[in-house]
């Protein structure tokens, strides 16, 4: 994940004040607008127990996949691979009702699938 003094920007220093927040380089609260219509993208950030974590919501629904996609490109690096979670129901935990998450591992390797299964790659190559 990027430094996230380097979104300063986009800080929520009162959010965080009120969440508790440390507001320096490796967690913090953020408020972004959507690229999609505008509208607010609340963000929680932080590194910790071995992972990088994004928690990304909306007033009234949860983020979409550009909005998802956004907020990936903003907060982790473009050679940095991350995930969502569909975990089991028995495993599913619900802050609130329009939250997703971004996760990545600091000391593991997020397996992909290869290319072939996803799609044809574009620009030629194979």
Not at 34 to 60: E, M
Not at 99 to 110: E, G, K, Q, T
Request: charged share 25%.
């Amino acid at each position: 994940m990027r430094l996230l003094t380097l979104l300063n920007v986009f800080r929520d220093s009162a959010w965080e004040a009120q969440l508790g927040c440390p507001g320096d380089d490796f967690g913090g609260a953020f408020r972004v607008k959507s690229q999609i219509d505008g509208g607010d993208l609340r963000i929680i950030a932080g590194v910790g127990d071995g992972w990088d974590h994004v928690s990304v919501s909306r007033a009234n629904r949860c983020p979409n996949w550009p909005e998802m996609e956004q907020v990936k490109r903003l907060f982790f690096r473009d050679d940095e691979v991350a995930m969502q979670l569909h975990v089991p129901p028995s495993d599913h935990i619900s802050f609130h009702p329009h939250w997703l998450h971004i996760w990545r591992p600091l000391d593991a390797v997020i397996p992909r699938p290869p290319d072939y299964m996803v799609g044809p790659k574009t620009g030629g190559a194979s």
